[in-house]
């Protein structure tokens, strides 16, 4: 039952990791139905590190242009990849500090249902009033053209993610659209954003979990994470490319109103059925 659990879990992730709709907001609403068997700071850990399956597809389908060498690159095309990491860390650095300062205030404060779906809600107006109103005018067609100003700040719009339900990937493409970038370069950037983000954010549980119980988990925990983050894996290598071929024809507004709806059952919910 644990294993059919954590497969689930890993088809949330895989979906709403690269999804502007709030992977974490998802995931705690998910544990108030499906409540995994293992140990409350093993939870914390879980929900974490299983992103760590997501990033990996983002690794893996853009190893060539993340990697700075091979690949038949010359020194022009190696001399882009670096400062296209360069623009990563400047879009990375305002959330590391401001997350790793307030950490464990915001797990304490913020992680419950209500805040996520008010989140999901005013973040899904957001949405729709942006497509709508069409703001932002978009100059930056190359994700080699985006510049260090529009970089930090992208970095800037990732600080609204620390909320739970406003979505880090739904944060940094509004963001990219108000800055002027295409949707899809939008998109690429959140992708690459996520690798080093969530990479620093499991770092820190796992610390956090070994000093707190050590480095001992039970065989069924391992098996359980390594499920999770599996499916996550192979879920995410089909979400990001419907996402690229989805975004080519159409809008953000569809995601706007799912997360209103969302967002209006989950405070139902709350209100009034538990």
């Not at 205030?105 to 779906?117: G, S």
């Not at 690798?195 to 954010?201: D, H, K, L, N, Y």
């Not at 359980?224 to 490319?241: D, H, N, Q, T, Y």
Request: proline residues 2%.
């Amino acid at each position: 039952m644990e294993i059919l659990k954590a497969i689930f879990f890993g088809i949330v992730e895989g979906i709403t990791e690269w999804l502007p709709v709030s992977s974490t907001g998802h995931m705690i609403l998910l544990d108030e139905f499906i409540h995994l068997e293992v140990s409350s700071e093993f939870y914390k850990l879980f929900e974490v590190v299983i992103q760590l399956g997501a990033i990996l597809a983002v690794v893996l389908m853009y190893f060539k242009t993340i990697f700075p060498f091979g690949f038949g690159k010359t020194k022009d095309d190696t001399k882009k990849t670096f400062s296209l990491w360069a623009k990563i860390i400047v879009a990375c650095l305002p959330a590391a500090v401001i997350g790793i300062l307030f950490d464990d205030w915001l797990d304490a404060h913020l992680y419950i249902p209500m805040v996520v779906a008010l989140m999901l809600i005013l973040y899904g107006i957001i949405f729709i009033v942006i497509e709508s109103k069409g703001l932002g005018k978009i100059a930056t067609d190359d994700i080699n053209k985006i510049t260090y100003k529009q970089a930090a700040g992208i970095g800037c719009f990732q600080l609204l993610s620390l909320i739970p339900g406003t979505s880090r990937s739904g944060a940094t493409i509004i963001g990219g659209l108000i800055l002027g970038l295409k949707r899809s370069v939008a998109a690429e950037f959140t992708f690459f954003l996520a690798i080093p983000v969530m990479a620093g954010a499991s770092f820190l549980k796992l610390l956090k979990y070994v000093m707190d119980v050590g480095f001992v988990f039970k065989s069924s925990e391992l098996i359980v994470l390594g499920v999770g983050s599996l499916v996550a894996f192979l879920v995410s290598v089909l979400v990001i490319k419907f996402l690229l071929s989805y975004i080519r024809k159409h809008d953000f507004k569809v995601f706007g109103y799912y997360r209103i709806v969302l967002g209006l059952l989950v405070i139902l919910y709350f209100m009034f059925l538990k």
